[in-house]
């Protein structure tokens, strides 16, 4: 069952601006990142359904948090069926994150009071993600389908709309700063976070500091 609310997840993924996107098979090497994560500032972490057992390590990082990041709200992504979400959400996920936009899972989700964020490739599924109650919509992949450009010409119509871009999310201030100033909600950022020599090296601190930095950087760009 969900620890935090929907309103409290919504304004944690809104106030700090990004949501880490991780999977790793080893539940040790995952408990560290997320911890590292937490001490870097972030308060919505993403881990993705895309391994054998994936579910198993989801389970102790859920009961980790709870202890080590009391403060820390834990999503499962890549989850593409409702089967899957109501396995998530019985294993204490706070929110759902998809690649793609399934009605049956934004029920799911809305039984239960889940943000459900789906992922978008154009206003017409942003628009129908709207209408199935997802307060927050994924595009994805962003870069492929315009980048900060095309998070811009949605809002102009759709200025209500609260997006979350992932893929071409870069911790660098040229990248960020573009899509803050586009006018997205947050952003989603996977292995730019985590390098693969940092992870094999074990250099937690490394990955607090990449953190602090992307979260520093999306504040300041809000403010201008």
């Given at each position: 069952?969900?620890?935090?609310?929907k309103t409290q997840v919504i304004n944690a993924m809104a106030s700090t601006g990004m949501v880490p996107?991780?999977?790793?098979?080893?539940?040790?090497?995952?408990?560290?990142?997320?911890?590292?994560?937490?001490?870097?500032?972030?308060?919505?972490?993403?881990?993705?359904?895309?391994?054998?057992?994936?579910?198993?390590?989801?389970?102790?990082?859920?009961?980790?948090?709870?202890?080590?990041?009391?403060?820390?709200?834990?999503?499962?992504?890549?989850?593409?069926?409702?089967?899957?979400?109501?396995?998530?959400?019985?294993?204490g996920a706070n929110f759902i994150v998809s690649p793609l936009f399934n009605p049956d899972v934004a029920?799911?989700?809305?039984?239960?009071?889940?943000?459900?964020?789906?992922?978008?490739?154009?206003?017409?599924?942003?628009?129908?993600?709207?209408?199935?109650?997802?307060?927050?919509?994924?595009?994805?992949?962003?870069?492929?389908?315009?980048?900060?450009?095309?998070?811009?010409?949605?809002?102009?119509?759709?200025?209500?709309?609260?997006?979350?871009?992932?893929?071409?999310?870069?911790?660098?201030?040229?990248?960020?700063?573009?899509?803050?100033?586009?006018?997205?909600?947050?952003?989603?950022?996977?292995?730019?976070?985590?390098?693969?020599?940092?992870?094999?090296?074990?250099?937690?601190?490394?990955?607090?500091?990449?953190?602090?930095?992307?979260?520093?950087?999306?504040?300041?760009?809000?403010?201008?």
């Amino acid at each position: 069952m969900a620890k935090f609310t929907k309103t409290q997840v919504i304004n944690a993924m809104a106030s700090t601006g990004m949501v880490p996107v991780f999977y790793h098979k080893d539940v040790e090497v995952a408990k560290q990142v997320l911890k590292a994560c937490y001490i870097g500032g972030v308060r919505a972490f993403e881990f993705t359904n895309r391994g054998d057992l994936a579910h198993e390590v989801f389970t102790e990082l859920i009961k980790f948090a709870a202890v080590e990041c009391p403060d820390m709200i834990l999503g499962a992504g890549t989850v593409i069926d409702a089967g899957t979400a109501s396995l998530y959400i019985q294993l204490g996920a706070n929110f759902i994150v998809s690649p793609l936009f399934n009605p049956d899972v934004a029920k799911v989700c809305n039984r239960r009071l889940i943000p459900y964020t789906p992922g978008c490739g154009s206003v017409s599924e942003i628009g129908f993600a709207q209408e199935a109650g997802c307060d927050i919509c994924k595009i994805f992949p962003a870069g492929n389908v315009g980048g900060p450009s095309f998070v811009k010409n949605v809002m102009a119509p759709m200025p209500w709309s609260m997006l979350m871009v992932t893929g071409a999310v870069e911790p660098t201030e040229e990248n960020l700063s573009g899509w803050v100033k586009a006018g997205v909600t947050c952003v989603g950022m996977g292995s730019k976070l985590f390098p693969s020599s940092v992870i094999a090296d074990k250099n937690w601190p490394a990955i607090a500091d990449k953190c602090r930095e992307a979260l520093a950087i999306i504040a300041k760009y809000r403010q201008k």
